[in-house]
Structures are given as structure tokens and as C-alpha cells.
């Protein structure tokens, strides 16, 4: 058995289709021990100027920054004790959603989840798999609009995740047909993924 974190981001609930595509790949993973966070329903904080310093620690920290500096060791154990990490990334205006950055932002974190070095950047999260679930509704992969898989995966190999597997579904709004396609190739994926 391994452990798996699973976060989700869509702002759509029940309507979500990267909730249904991350549901449907959880189901392929049940014999695992499943940790579930939905970055939506259960929102963090936005990183602002009074948090970050906190998440650098130290003695008189206010109360926002002692709460945001343990949900950051929180999120940060929830990282290290999973084998994999199933993300939900839906686009919103060719970008992650904000629920998914706050989450970033908590995680990222020197000293903690990586370190500078003289040869530049080391990630300290390593030996874990990371599978992506991206859902759009127009076509966006292997263009100039879609920003979001190469910043994920920039922003995940910072702090170490550098074995990353993307699941697309697109087209999701491009009429019955397409989506109908989208959902399908990205469950065909996942059983790829998860055989």
C-alpha cells in the first residue's frame, strides 16, 4: 500500500469536471491509504507580506503568522509522508487556480522544502510521483497558451517533485462530441497511470 495526497482546486464543486476525472483516478487507487484536501472547499490564505515572514519562524510571531506557520508544517508532512500526489489543476484564464497557488506558496518554503546552493536551487521533497489532472475548455496542449504545465512543473521541481505525469481533458466546451473525447482520453490516461 502507498500513500496518496490528492488536492483538489476546481471552484465548480459537484459540477467540476477535475473533481469527476480525479474522483474516477482515486477509485483506480482505493486499495491505497487516500489523504484528500480540497483547496476550494477548505481554503488557505493568501500569501501576503505578514505571512511570509512568519514562514520564515522565529520568536514574537503574531497570531496569523503562528497559524499560517503551522498549516504550512502541516501541508509540508502531508507532502512528505505521501508516495504520490494526485493535483487538480483546472485552467481558469490560461492560468492555475488561485486555491492551487495559495498552496504553493504555503509549501515553498527555504530551508524547509528546499535549499540554496552555490551550483543554484535544491529541491528537498524527492522520491515521490506527482500526477496532474488539467481540464480546459478550449484546446490549450503543446501551445503558446497553455503557461500552466510548465509552471507546474517548475514550481514542483523547486521543492523536488520532478517525476511528474500529466492527464489533459479538453475541449470541455467545445460541444458534446469534443468533450465527450476530452473525458475519454483523460480516463484512458489514468488507467494508463494507474495500471
Known sequence: MTNVLVLKSSILGNYSQSNGLIDHLVGALADNAIVERNLADNPLPVLDGEIAMGLRGGDNLSEKQQSALELSNTLIE?????????????????????????WFDLIARAGVTFSYTENGPVGLLTGKKVIIVTTRGGMHKDSATDTMIPYLKTVLGFVGLTDVNVV???????????????????KADIAQLTA
Open 78 to 102: 502531508e507532502v512528505k509522508n505521501s508516495d504520490t500526489i494526485v493535483i487538480g489543476a483546472p485552467m481558469y484564464n490560461f492560468a492555475i487556480p488561485t486555491q492551487l497557488k495559495n
Open 168 to 186: 489533459y481533458s479538453e475541449a470541455l466546451n467545445m460541444g458534446d462530441d469534443m468533450a465527450t473525447k476530452g473525458i475519454e482520453t483523460a
